[in-house]
């Protein structure tokens, strides 16, 4: 199959992706947790429409859990929830869905055939993470492995889910502005905007700590906007490295993605490509 588009649909934009015979398209459209179901089918069909080609095959990944690689079980963007492979195909070509982070999983084993256990953890609107170790994906008893943001951080205000504190939407909802004011503060180099980064990275370090403790990985790959926020990774890795196993952490990298910004197109484009099961 060359002839595939994979689909990114997060939480604040859609990235669509496809590539033949060297030449690339891509688009972007704006989402949002209550965007509606018709208007992501809307682009999709648009950006297919625009495309010199019939698909033989679109991947689409979706932040949520994912049954199979047919219905979404549950999304943060609620219209998704309920959707089918066959709602966005709709008999036109075959289409394959796989939850955000696993996608951006799949997406670098291609760069780490020859480590043991690789772990991707997506750092953007929410926080996810991916494993796949001795050539199999980590997806527990019903394929619902990995919601990191969830799990919870015992903070001086009380227990508190990843997410709320260390991602994303929960950084711009505590600073109470939109991320282009919010980076523009920590240019300015506003205490409060910068006290409020070094706290997400640090509580972001504690996350990291946990996957080393836990999964013991050989890499650790970090992909995401919010990883890319002035000070939030500095902040990480000091965190990380002063709580971690020293032999742990001097065993694991932790490096950025290899393309940030199409690394879950490309994962659900290889998704649907290769057939895989996980």
Not at 80 to 86: H, I, K, R, V
Request: proline content about 4%.
């Amino acid at each position: 199959m060359e002839k595939i588009v994979g689909v990114d649909i997060g939480c604040t934009k859609m990235y669509m992706f496809a590539q033949i015979g060297g030449e690339t398209f891509e688009q972007k459209a704006p989402t949002g947790l209550d965007c509606p179901w018709e208007n992501l089918k809307r682009e999709i069909d648009g950006f297919i429409g625009r495309l010199p080609f019939e698909p033989e095959g679109v991947g689409i990944a979706v932040p949520g859990l994912v049954e199979g690689d047919h219905r979404v079980q549950l999304s943060d963007v609620r219209s998704l929830t309920g959707m089918t492979a066959d709602d966005f195909g709709q008999g036109r070509f075959p289409v394959r869905l796989i939850n955000d982070v696993k996608s951006a999983t799949v997406a670098e084993t291609v760069h780490y055939k020859d480590k043991d256990t690789l772990a991707v953890i997506m750092a953007g609107s929410g926080t996810a993470l991916g494993v796949y170790s001795k050539g199999r994906m980590f997806t527990g008893a019903h394929g619902f492995a990995g919601e990191l943001g969830y799990c919870i951080i015992q903070t001086e205000e009380g227990p508190q889910r990843l997410d709320s504190i260390a991602g994303g939407i929960g950084i711009l909802q505590q600073a109470g502005c939109g991320i282009d004011e919010f980076l523009e503060r920590i240019d300015r180099n506003e205490p409060a905007a910068v006290q409020l980064i070094a706290r997400a990275g640090e509580y972001f370090g504690m996350a990291l700590t946990n996957v080393i403790h836990l999964f013991n990985p050989d890499v650790i790959v970090i992909g995401g906007s919010t990883a890319t926020y002035p000070g939030y990774m500095e902040h990480a890795l000091e965190t990380a490295q002063k709580h971690t196993i020293p032999d742990m952490f001097d065993a694991c990298r932790i490096v950025p993605a290899k393309d940030n910004k199409r690394i879950v197109a490309l994962g659900a484009m290889e998704y649907m490509r290769s057939g895989m099961r996980i």
